[in-house]
C-alpha cells in the first residue's frame, strides 16, 4: 500500500465514486440464454450510500461495463451520477468532480482493477477490496478487509467518516431517521 497513515487524506473527502463489478459485487456476472444479465449486490453497500448521503458525501458510481442490472440498483439507491461503458475512467471521474464543484483530491474511489489505477492514483484517497488486483493494491491508500460483494463501500463510508470523527454522530442522525420512517 501507498500510504499507511490516511488521516490527512480522510479529512478532506466530500465525494465517494465507487467502481461497481468486484467492488459492489464479488465480480461475478452471470448471463442467461435470454442475453439477460444478473449480478448480486449486497444491502449493506445501499445502507453506505444512506450513511454518505446523511453526512453530505454523495456516492457516484463509475463503471468501465454497461449494464441493466447496475442502472436499476443504482436508481434504487438513489444515486444520482452512475456512469458507465467507460473505459477512460480518469476522464469520467473528473467529470463526476466538476459536477459536483468538488476538487479531485477532495473525491475519494473506490476500485479493483486494472482499469482503476489511473483514478486511484489521481484521487483524493484511493480504496480497493482486500481480493483486488496486486496492482491495484500497491497504489491503494488503504484495502479493505471486506471482499468485493461483501460491503466494501459501507465499510469506506465508515473509514471517512470515521477519519473525520463524525461516524457516531452520523450513525446517531441515521438512527433516528429510520426510527421515525
Ligand atoms: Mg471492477
Known amino acids: 500500500m501507498k ?3 490516511i488521516s490527512a487524506k480522510l479529512q478532506k473527502i466530500k465525494l465517494l465514486v465507487s467502481d461497481v463489478d468486484g467492488v459492489l ?3 461475478n456476472i452471470e ?27 454523495p456516492v457516484a458510481f463509475l463503471s468501465a461495463r454497461h449494464s441493466e442490472a447496475t442502472t436499476i440498483r443504482a436508481a434504487e439507491m438513489g444515486i444520482r451520477y452512475c456512469i458507465q461503458g467507460r473505459l477512460d475512467k480518469l476522464a469520467a471521474f473528473h467529470e463526476i468532480c466538476a459536477h459536483y464543484n468538488i476538487d479531485p483530491l477532495q473525491a475519494a474511489y ?4 486494472l482499469v482503476d489505477i489511473p483514478v486511484l492514483e489521481n484521487c483524493g484517497c484511493a480504496f480497493a477490496p482486500a481480493d483486488c488486483h496486486p496492482l491495484v493494491a500497491a497504489v491503494a491508500d488503504q484495502l479493505t478487509e471486506l471482499r468485493g460483494g ?20 452520523t450513525m446517531d442522525q441515521m438512527r433516528s431517521k429510520v426510527y421515525r420512517g
Do not use: C, Y
Not at 471517512?160 to 457516531?168: K, S
Open 110 to 113: 473506490i476500485g479493483d482493477g
Open 150 to 169: 461483501e460491503g466494501v463501500l459501507h465499510a469506506v463510508v465508515e473509514i471517512i467518516l470515521a477519519g473525520q470523527n463524525r461516524l457516531t454522530e
Open 3 to 5: 500510504n499507511p497513515d
Open 31 to 57: 448471463i442467461h440464454s435470454d442475453g439477460v444479465e444478473s449480478k448480486k449486490f449486497t444491502v449493506k453497500d445501499g445502507a453506505g450510500v444512506a450513511l454518505g448521503r446523511i453526512a453530505g458525501i
Open 25 to 27: 459485487t464479488d465480480g
